[in-house]
């Protein structure tokens, strides 16, 4: 898909601040320093509209980024950075739960994994949270360009078999680097759109 616009309209931390037009949403999460931003700014071709490295403990916002006048993509802070507070971990999760219960333009969310690493607990507690409020999930495993070809599908499958992977769901390779699994990355987002 071709980005002509992109601008971040707000950095949300509660429900009144959201964007009211009723169009239709792409959420992204992932853990922390996953390559989440590195996603977000190569499927839309932009250098750094999303932030990457951004400070864990930071403030946490949801970033509702517009594209093309057409829809969203809200950026969720990442989760499973171990030096966050436990007063921190419980406001990130009212604010998922905030957005996830009853975000009612959002359409899929984009879980963005390492395919290096088998995903952690925190990985995998986050598809079955998304998957408790019935939402599809597109998993997007990166850094593919760190692992070795004859190593790819030995990797995909482990990613698959560790998040237990839904039928309805699918996993794409994807690489920040050379841009691998960019096109069925859009493929995968426009079905929702
Ligand atoms: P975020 O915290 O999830 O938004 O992660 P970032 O996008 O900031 O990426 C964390 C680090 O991983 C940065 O140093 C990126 O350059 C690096 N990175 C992200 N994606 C890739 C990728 O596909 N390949 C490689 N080799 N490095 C990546």
Known sequence: MKINQ???????????QYPDEGL????????????????????????????????PGKTQTLNFYKLNDAF?????????????SKAEREKWGRMMD????????????????D???????????????LKYYELPVIIVATKLDKIKKSKHQQHIKRVKDTFEVDAEDIIIPFSSETGEGKDEAWQAIKKYL
């Open 6 to 16: 992109a601008e971040i309209v707000i950095s949300a931390v509660s429900e009144k």
């Open 24 to 55: 239709p949403e792409i959420a992204l999460a992932g853990r922390s320093n996953v390559g989440k931003s590195s996603f977000i700014n190569t499927i839309i071709n932009r250098k750094n509209l999303a932030r990457t490295s951004q400070k």
């Open 72 to 84: 969203y993509f809200v950026d969720v802070p990442g989760y499973g950075y171990a030096k966050v």
């Open 98 to 113: 905030e957005y996830f219960q009853k975000r009612e333009t959002l359409q899929a969310v984009v879980l963005v994994c």
């Open 115 to 129: 395919i290096r690493h088998e995903p952690t607990d925190a990985d995998v507690q986050m598809y079955d949270y």
